[in-house]
């Protein structure tokens, strides 16, 4: 069990069963049969490609290592300062299958403003958080993302080819950030950015989100100096 960890957590990429097999020496069977018992509690997690990559409970037991590595105690001082600054509700999410998850979240100040629970979960495709995570997969993951899901839910606004789909994942990995256009609900826009973790490898994700009407380009920079901000405290040395 722990020779397959050890596998995904080495590739930021999902991975083939017949890689795993190989790279741990053990008999596909067997490590189908140890994946299936570790998909359960969430330890890993199967793309829609057949792939496997390590799940959202491993990132839960990570953070009780040690505060070097607790994303979410070292984001909520930022998230709050943040908030304070824009007014706006700023969102901590991670990636589980096929969809972003939000993990952390701190209200917006406003009367109006939008409400995302822990637990909220987007498809990739249709919001910010989720491009910021297939930026980071590339675009041979991105489209086998895409063939899986078929680009499908969202509103008018959202994706609904590959070769666009592919031209918002190169846009994410040249700027830093990703923007969802009321895409996923009319009326509101998000923006997010990574977090990373000492080696580079995407941690989570931050996000800001608003009410269509609120929204300023003008907060972008002010959430890129915030994922920077969190990303030197998980040990990353920002480039």
Do not use: F
């Not at 722990?2 to 069963?17: F, G, K, M, W």
Request: hydrophobic share 40%; aromatic share 2%; net charge positive.
């Amino acid at each position: 069990m722990d020779q397959l960890l050890e596998v995904l957590a080495n590739n930021e990429q999902p991975v083939s069963l017949s890689r795993l097999a190989e790279a741990t020496g053990l008999h596909p069977s067997t490590v189908h049969r140890i994946l299936a018992s570790l998909q359960g509690p969430g330890y890993v997690q199967r793309t829609g490609t057949g792939r496997y990559r390590l799940g959202g409970r491993v990132l839960e037991l990570a953070a009780g290592i040690g505060p070097q590595l607790d994303v979410r105690r070292e984001s909520l001082p930022v998230m709050e300062k943040l908030r304070n600054r824009l007014g706006e509700t700023v969102v901590l999410a991670v990636r589980e299958q096929d969809e972003a998850v939000c993990v952390e979240r701190v209200p917006g100040n406003h009367s109006l403003r939008v409400e995302v629970a822990p637990g909220t979960r987007g498809a990739l495709h249709l919001t910010a958080a989720g491009k910021v995570l297939l930026a980071d997969a590339g675009l041979e993951a991105c489209s086998e993302y895409a063939h899986c899901i078929r680009l499908a839910g969202g509103t008018p606004h959202a994706i609904r080819d590959l070769p666009r789909l592919h031209r918002e994942v190169e846009r994410v990995q040249r700027t830093g950030y990703a923007m969802d256009s009321e895409e996923n609900e009319v009326g509101v826009v998000c923006i997010a950015t990574p977090v990373r973790q000492g080696g580079g490898r995407v941690l989570a994700v931050l996000g800001v989100c608003s009410p269509a009407s609120r929204h300023r380009d003008t907060w972008i920079p002010h959430l890129l100096e915030a994922g920077r901000r969190i990303s030197r405290q998980l040990g990353w040395k920002v480039k």
